[in-house]
């Protein structure tokens, strides 16, 4: 591509899937390289009417997202990033779709810019991190010939992620002052004098806890219902695999080990007053998760579980609804025990 000294190469990263997990290690990288990084809106509504009329109609619904925002950078870019994401673990996998997706987008819409599609999977023989890092390297001359800037590109990115890492996921002993309503870890929940403030674990994928549209406001409307929220993205990692090392299989989906064993972690430990779990319809991982959690919750059922299905057809009313009955029912639950265990004090 032909382009002045002063013009800097454009790379396009939709707002979408993995670019929740992994936004700081790619724009960091690109960025470094001498790169303009230009990544789509939030997710609105005429992105999603992109995305449906294009996407294939068995897609779950955030794959069919990434259609749209790729759309929304189509004129605006010289190159698309579009991973191909296997696996970041040996024994691990992410989801097919995060493999597959780059050239189904090149398939089916042909106009798109070139797509750099890197692929990486820990679990393939070649793959190992000196193979990271050899494809990360190779990846960068497309924007500059310069050795050493492509070597300082890869060790920025990732000491960037290293932090996004750190800033997310929390320690055990800040999950404990949490749980003790010693600390906030995200929004103020706004509730009225007399009502008692509620403690909830939201669980799902990184990419619709994050997205407000596609999760439909979801954060914003437990806030609005006086509730402190945790996200599973948030639980420490250690707290996670002690709970998959109790499961008599292996869960290898990497990203439903985190939503799994943040649901397990509090149906043992009952430090929260109740958790919504959200799903994607026609999504093979979470179902699996979905309804292990569910067996688990049915054989332990002091914290409720809500299990919300969404996809482009759930409208946010009806989701509102149900977390308004859910939020009714933990508190009418927290009364109807204080009131027993005031009955037992005088009996
Ligand atoms: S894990 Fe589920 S929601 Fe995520 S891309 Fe795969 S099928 Fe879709």
């Known amino acids: 591509m032909l382009r002045n000294q002063e013009q800097r190469i454009r790379i ?7 670019f929740y997990k992994f936004s700081d ?5 690109f960025e470094e390289l001498g790169a303009e990084v230009i990544i789509s809106p939030e997710t609105t509504k005429k992105i999603k009417a992109e995305a449906l009329s294009l996407a294939p109609d068995e897609d779950c619904y955030s794959t069919k997202l990434y259609f749209g925002h790729a759309i ?27 493999i597959g997706l780059a050239e189904v987008l090149r398939s089916m819409v042909p106009e798109l810019p070139e797509i750099l599609m890197p692929h990486y999977n820990r679990g393939m023989d070649k793959n190992t991190r000196i193979g990271l890092l050899y ?17 300082r590109a890869i060790r920025r990115a990732f000491k960037a992620q290293k932090l996004h890492d750190k800033l997310v996921v929390i320690d055990e002993e800040t999950l404990s002052k949490w749980e003790k309503s010693e600390v906030i870890l995200n929004d103020f929940p706004i509730y009225a004098e007399n009502e008692k403030q509620l403690k909830i674990a939201l669980v799902g994928h990184s990419y619709v806890l994050n997205d407000p549209y596609s999760s439909l406001n ?12 945790i996200t599973s993205e948030q639980m420490p990692r250690k707290l996670i695999e002690k709970q998959m090392a109790k499961l008599e299989y292996d869960l290898y989906f990497d990203f439903e080990r985190e939503i799994l064993g943040t649901i397990m972690h509090f149906l043992e430990s009952k430090t929260v007053d109740g958790i919504v779990h959200l799903l994607i319809f026609s999504c ?11 067996r688990f ?5 002091a914290i409720p579980l809500l299990q919300l299905v969404f996809d482009e057809l759930t409208a946010e009313a009806g989701m509102r609804t149900r977390i308004e009955a859910f939020v ?3 508190r009418r639950s927290i009364d109807d025990q204080a009131i027993l265990l005031t009955m037992k004090a005088h009996i």
Not at 12 to 18: C, Y
Not at 219 to 229: K, P
Request: contains cysteine.
């Open 135 to 151: 494809k990360s390297f190779k990846l960068g001359k497309i924007i500059t010939k310069n050795p050493f800037v492509r070597i």
């Open 218 to 229: 979801i954060r914003s409307i437990l806030q609005g219902y006086g509730v402190d929220i």
């Open 72 to 98: 929304a950078l189509k004129d605006k870019v010289d190159y698309l990033f579009v991973p191909r994401f296997g696996g970041r673990k040996k024994n691990l996998v992410g989801c097919p779709k995060f």
């Open 25 to 29: 290690l790619w724009i960091t990288y």
């Open 328 to 330: 009714d029912m933990l």
């Open 12 to 18: 396009g990263i939709p707002r979408a899937l993995l």
């Open 297 to 301: 919750s049915k054989r332990d059922s």
């Open 284 to 294: 093979g991982p979470d179902s699996i998760a979905g309804e292990i959690a569910a």
